[in-house]
């Protein structure tokens, strides 16, 4: 095994360039030296993907270099925030040259896109699994959480639902082409950065979709001491998702299946339009998918569509502020 | 196996005083929320700790939580920097109410000693790893980095060395006491944040000892562009390490055991006196252990020194800034 050192500085260092914004000392000393920006409050998140639990080993290496951050980054999506740096812990069995140039270019491409700066991690040997920390900022005072739904506001889902699950299910099946829409949404997962940043000011509630609509739900009528009424048939499913799996399943996946990294909000109605200009202008769809109710509990789905789906990674958890 | 939710709920939630200073969120929604402090630079870094590799599985479970932390924290000590919030990661085959018992009490011991808010992390299932994020801060201008040796500067060391791998050396033969001090020093190292923010202003430059003083002083050497010539008579042995291994493999414990966690710092002459007065009112040793040299490369070590010993951890290797 090539000395991880060397690993190190083939792969990961070229990601943080010495003139970059906010990154005073990077890869390469005990510590990475940050520029917190005056007035900004800063989001911190971590997220394990650990292979056959959260994502398939044999997905391609890129994907899963993508796929490890975007989950992190949906963390900072859901919170407003902008996202400035990440860590990186990488556990792998072997090193294998190609696969892990082909992973440092997954999620390097996803940090030119999204603008963070890889400023540190780790390699250790182990079952392969990556742990991503990101860090953002978010102005003080305007960040979303999952504590602010009032009864009255509407819920409201960006993008489209159900196209993890159905993409999980069709690489299960078998599916290779990676251009299938719904293989792309599986192992391509975009986090909604630039959808949080713009529903500030408007939203009172958010979360990411990554445990599934129901169980994300229910974490936000949890911390906002509220009820919800769904309204199923309005759900946006994932293009191709109706054909792949049906519509019980479809629904199944769209409620239940996880993976999306869309955003839940809860806002008042009287900011729908507004919220739905934004985000149209930054080519997504905001969906209103029912209200907030001041009787705790959830209305409008039906038991039979809450029990359906067995999701790939429903037996790990994120835990805690991640 | 119970919920991950109420795992997390359970032990590690009580870590975050809502009121707690530099917490503006804590554990519990997307993301934490962080106050830095104006004109502080964030210091960061990730270590991963994974079993059988970079410590026995069979150690006490406040052990491993203890040294996890510790690992990471030790890098915020080599910047000078002062320790505010930590994530982790944790990894586990199963849930074990009352190893998790134990591990957080570990966990949350080093927490409240040093300061540092666990703000938040993740649990999945596997392998068992914990992977440490810490987050800490240090007036601008003012962190110890690597690269800021100058031929002419005294190097020294905190503490005492050899004392992580003659433990390690001892847990291998049985030892089970864990009173004995070199069991304490492997098990449950004590990260020099003091003496590290002791040291600004002071120092030149500064690493922490966790791959051995041999190729930490390296890390140094080639970060800084200088030579060294080390004295080996001179090094601070931890106390039992003779009687446990032996004149020969002391030494060869104190010079590539790794796993100390002390600092090694480089300074200008005219300094040694303030910094061995500073450290001494912390209750810690500063020796000096040679000289930095404009020739490069390492002089004062035979090379028989230099090959004897097996570092339990030796095939794993931070990486980058961390």
Redesign the interface.
């Known amino acids: 095994?090539t000395?991880?050192?060397e690993?190190?500085a083939r792969h990961?260092?070229p990601a943080v360039p010495g003139s970059r914004a906010g990154v005073?000392?990077?890869?390469?000393?005990?510590?990475?030296?940050?520029?917190?920006q005056?007035g900004?409050?800063?989001?911190?998140?971590?997220?394990?993907s650990?292979a056959e639990?959260?994502f398939p080993a044999a997905a391609p290496a890129d994907a899963i270099g993508h796929r490890a951050l975007a989950v992190s980054l949906s963390?900072?999506a859901?919170?407003g925030?902008e996202a400035r740096?990440c860590?990186?812990?990488l556990?792998m069995a072997d090193a294998d040259d190609a696969w892990l140039d082909d992973f440092a270019r997954g999620f390097h491409g996803l940090c030119a896109a999204t603008g963070t700066a890889l400023?540190?991690?780790?390699?250790?040997?182990?079952?392969l699994?990556i742990?991503v920390?990101v860090?953002?900022e978010?102005p003080e005072g305007e960040?979303l959480?999952?504590?602010g739904s009032r009864a009255g506001d509407l819920l409201a889902v960006t993008g489209s639902l159900g196209g993890g699950a159905g993409g999980l299910a069709l690489w299960q099946r078998g599916e290779r082409d990676l251009q299938h829409p719904l293989l792309v949404r599986y192992l391509r997962p975009l986090p909604r950065l630039d959808a949080g940043q713009a529903l500030r000011g408007l939203a009172n509630a958010?979360?990411?979709i990554s445990d599934g609509l129901l169980a994300d739900l229910g974490h936000v009528m949890s911390?906002s001491g509220v009820g919800a009424r769904l309204d199923v048939e309005a759900l946006p499913l994932a293009e191709g998702l109706l054909q792949a799996l049906g519509p019980d399943r479809a629904r199944q996946a769209a409620l239940g299946g996880g993976d999306d990294y869309e955003l839940l909000v809860s806002l008042p109605a009287d900011a729908m339009e507004e919220a739905v200009r934004r985000l149209a202008g930054l080519g997504l769809a905001l969906t209103p998918v029912g209200t907030v109710t001041a009787e705790p509990g959830l209305s409008g789905v039906a038991d039979t569509a809450l029990h359906g789906w067995q999701h790939f990674g429903a037996?790990?958890?994120?835990?805690?502020?991640?």
Chains 1, 2 share one sequence.
């Open positions: 095994m000395s991880e050192f690993l190190i990961f260092t005073s000392l990077g890869v390469g000393d005990d510590c990475a030296l940050l520029i917190p005056p900004m409050r800063l989001a911190v998140s971590v997220d394990t650990v639990v959260h963390d900072l859901a919170m925030a740096w860590l990186m812990a556990a400023v540190g991690g780790d390699v250790t040997r182990g079952e699994a742990g920390t860090m953002g978010v960040a959480t999952r504590g958010a979360i990411d911390a037996a790990d958890a994120k835990g805690g502020a991640t």
